[in-house]
């Protein structure tokens, strides 16, 4: 796609800032069809799918944040003069075609499409079909925000393929595609994986670990606990997996505690071996394939370690790579578990549901990738562009 000037670009995104303001009302219309007509038994899929007048305010503030950001396209990253006399210079450029791939959630549509275009990629945007009137909506508003500053429509596209017309579009594209980011489920990712010809950037689950230290502060801990786990259940960051030393002091009095108040609050809990032997009345893990889970539910696992080596060994087998935290007063036992815990986000004594681009500082995002290349973490503005070199000579040939 053509590059376009970080003026234009602004007021396009300015452009559909007015136009969300203005027009609440169809965008909430047309989500009420898609509520309707949903008939899946997954509430955490219904909460990703509603839109209200909040989740709208959100939409404009990631545009306006991402408005804020500097142009990352053509940012000098090297200059060098060489001794051979040449001077290469290596800039940020775009990807080019980006393919996102992404179920229930509209606001993707918003939150997507406003970075890959700032970074001056055109994105195809492939939504699932229990959001279809939600994102036909906004990908009108996209395009009306487009046309006004005579800018082709052809930035931001929305493909509304069934499955087999998805699978045969990744096989044999019909346009250059540069990069595919599927966001969802093992399913969606292994099906992506499976048939996609270019790059695949996975934003992977979730399953997120708490390991809870023998030198914990405990009242935290427990507010931690309880906000990762309950604060929105259908989110990636949220938490599914509970570690406790069992050198914490009164370690089965803590147990129960921690039983109580996630009870009280409506979680079914699944404990280890060890957990079993304080909480009696809960169901035993007996399959040990239940620790690989994303529950996207009032659903939680708690098991019991000897040492801190134990719980890191444990998240690094068991959890998708996307966050886990550390809930502990002793500086070397946070410096260890940061260390050697392998996820793309890691927390002291904090919440996993910080794991976002807003909350951590990047502004709107594509995704969460828990690969490592080319990017780990948020896909901000400035994770969408690559690289470029310039090589300026004067007739200058090898020898």
């Known amino acids: 796609m053509k590059l376009l000037s ?6 396009v995104l300015q452009s559909m800032i007015d136009i969300l303001n203005k027009n609440h ?3 909430l219309d047309a989500n009420k069809k898609d509520i309707e007509a949903f008939t899946k038994d997954d509430q955490a899929m219904l909460d990703r799918l509603i839109i209200n007048d909040q989740k709208i305010d959100g939409m404009v503030q990631a545009i306006s944040e991402v408005k804020a950001l500097e142009d990352p396209v ?9 001794e051979s006399g040449l001077k290469v210079v290596n800039k940020t450029a775009p990807f080019g075609t980006i393919m996102i791939i992404y179920e229930s959630r509209p606001d993707v549509t918003v939150e997507a499409a406003v970075v890959a275009f700032k970074a001056n990629n055109k994105i195809l945007l492939k939504g699932g079909k229990e959001a279809l009137h939600s994102n036909k909506v906004l990908v009108d508003f996209w395009h009306q925000a487009l046309k006004a500053n005579n800018v082709s429509s052809d930035y931001i596209q929305l493909m509304t393929l069934n499955r087999e017309d998805t699978q045969a579009f990744l ?19 292994k099906f992506v994986k499976d048939h996609a010809k270019c790059a695949v950037l996975v934003s992977g689950r979730g399953n997120n670990f708490l390991y809870v230290d023998a ?3 405990w009242g935290q801990t427990l507010e931690v606990i309880l906000n990762a786990k309950t604060d929105k259940i259908s989110a990636c960051n949220a938490l599914d997996k509970i570690l406790i030393s069992t050198k914490i ?20 809990l699944l404990v280890d071996d060890a957990t079993k032997k304080v909480l009696k009345d809960e169901t035993l893990i007996e399959d040990h394939e239940v620790w690989y889970e994303e529950f996207l539910a ?5 098991g019991s370690v000897d040492t801190l080596e134990e719980a890191v060994d444990l998240i690094n087998l068991y959890s998708g790579g996307h966050s886990a935290s550390v ?16 996820c793309a986000v890691v927390y002291r004594n904090a919440s996993t549901r910080f794991t976002d681009g807003g909350q951590i500082g990047v502004g709107a995002e594509l995704a969460i990738s828990t690969d490592k290349l080319h990017h780990r973490g948020p896909l901000g503005l400035n994770e969408l562009v690559t690289n470029k070199y310039y090589v300026y000579g004067d007739g200058h040939i090898r020898k």
């Not at 990069?179 to 969606?188: A, K, S, T």
């Not at 002793?330 to 392998?342: G, L, P, R, S, T």
């Open 215 to 217: 030198k914990a502060d």
């Open 25 to 27: 009302q169809p965008l």
């Open 298 to 302: 009032l659903k939680c696992c708690i």
């Open 249 to 268: 002091p009164d370690y089965s009095q803590k147990l129960k505690e921690l039983q109580s108040l996630l009870k009280d609050h409506k979680v079914t």
């Open 171 to 189: 096989r044999n594209p019909t346009e250059p595609l540069d990069l595919i980011v599927p966001r969802g489920g093992e399913q969606l990712i």
């Open 6 to 11: 970080e003026e234009i670009k602004n007021n």
């Open 327 to 342: 809930m502990t007063t002793d500086d070397h036992v946070a410096h260890e578990f940061m260390q050697q815990v392998d």
């Open 74 to 82: 053509n940012t000098i990253i090297s200059d060098k003069a060489l």
